[in-house]
């Protein structure tokens, strides 16, 4: 017998959450590299989800730490801090779209909070075009718009998000799905009126990326966050849903119930004819009495005289 032990195979890919701590990343990091192209994931054959191919892992194992440091994200505060400006003003800032929120969560008082990648934030700061909107007066056209109450923060996040979802869409109808998230479910059905298409279309939804469970007030929140609510931001996303879905349909259409085999036709039954009721027997012919004979002697004497 040889004393050469074989070493176990690896499998060619494994779970997200291995994946994370394989690499030291927290759960959150990891899923935003991922949506951020710097982790590349494959779909499950089996339908689990999508998995982290061994050769991604080998890969990115001496470069965690820049991973870690491209998916940081800040907050107001500590984004105002890497521009060196104040608070408010870096809050006008991504009020008018000039730096696209990455990830929201709601604190304890159900108010959203808005994260920025660092590395954005830094980079818009060391670019010189953007002097005037860090030390310069707000022109007058964009504090018209803000006391008008602009705020595209989370219209930008919604484009954004979106994005990341289309990238790791394997198909059309997953397409359909991630562009569907953020429609009201009632333009849904507007354009989707097949209920099976529609039920189809639905496994493809993503969930909110944040907390708050379905119908509390937090989840109300979020779902509004989840929804475009311009006219603009929604025309696109129902012109956008009615192409991808005729694609869809072309190369898939939604699987609908087995129909039912025909039933077949009843046999035409003749009708059994009943057999006419018998005649009652004739009764049995009784036969007749025969007379009684007159006991004779004296007994008949006796009989006569008492008749």
């Given at each position: 017998m040889s004393g050469n032990t074989v070493a176990p195979q690896r499998a060619p890919s494994c779970s997200a959450g291995r994946a994370a701590r394989e690499l030291g990343l927290k759960r959150s990091e990891f899923d935003l590299a991922v949506h951020l192209g710097r982790i590349r994931t494959v779909p499950d054959e089996g339908g689990g989800g999508r998995r982290v191919p061994r050769t991604e892992i080998d890969r990115l194992l001496g470069s965690a730490g820049e991973v870690r440091e491209d998916v940081r994200v800040v907050g107001t505060g500590e984004a105002a801090a890497l521009m060196n400006v104040p608070a408010s003003r870096f809050t006008r800032l991504a009020r008018l779209g000039l730096l696209v929120p990455v990830k929201f969560y709601l604190n304890r008082y159900r108010a959203v909070v808005w994260l920025y990648l660092a590395a954005e934030v830094?980079?818009?700061?060391?670019?010189?075009?953007?002097?005037?909107?860090?030390?310069?007066?707000?022109?007058?056209?964009?504090?018209?718009?803000?006391?008008?109450?602009?705020?595209?923060?989370?219209?930008?996040?919604?484009?954004?998000?979106?994005?990341?979802?289309?990238?790791?869409?394997?198909?059309?109808?997953?397409?359909?799905?991630?562009?569907?998230?953020?429609?009201?479910?009632?333009?849904?059905?507007?354009?989707?009126?097949?209920?099976?298409?529609?039920?189809?279309?639905?496994?493809?939804?993503?969930?909110?990326?944040?907390?708050?469970?379905?119908?509390?007030?937090?989840?109300?929140?979020?779902?509004?966050?989840?929804?475009?609510?311009?006219?603009?931001?929604?025309g696109w996303l129902r012109s956008d849903l009615v192409r991808t879905l005729a694609e869809a349909r072309a190369q898939e259409p939604a699987p609908r119930p087995t129909p039912a085999p025909p039933v077949p036709s009843a046999l035409a039954v003749r009708p059994v004819p009943h057999p006419s009721p018998s005649p009652p027997p004739a009764p049995e012919p009784r036969t007749p009495e025969r007379p009684r004979r007159s006991p004779r002697g004296l007994l008949g004497r006796l009989c006569r005289r008492s008749s």
């Open positions: 830094e980079q818009f700061a060391a670019d010189e075009n953007n002097a005037p909107w860090l030390t310069g007066r707000t022109p007058e056209r964009m504090r018209a718009h803000m006391a008008a109450g602009l705020d595209l923060r989370a219209r930008n996040w919604r484009g954004r998000h979106l994005g990341f979802l289309l990238r790791l869409a394997d198909g059309p109808w997953q397409r359909a799905g991630a562009l569907s998230g953020f429609l009201d479910p009632l333009h849904v059905a507007e354009l989707v009126e097949d209920p099976y298409e529609r039920s189809h279309l639905n496994r493809f939804r993503p969930p909110p990326p944040a907390q708050g469970a379905p119908g509390t007030p937090a989840g109300h929140l979020v779902e509004k966050l989840m929804t475009a609510d311009d006219p603009d931001e929604s």
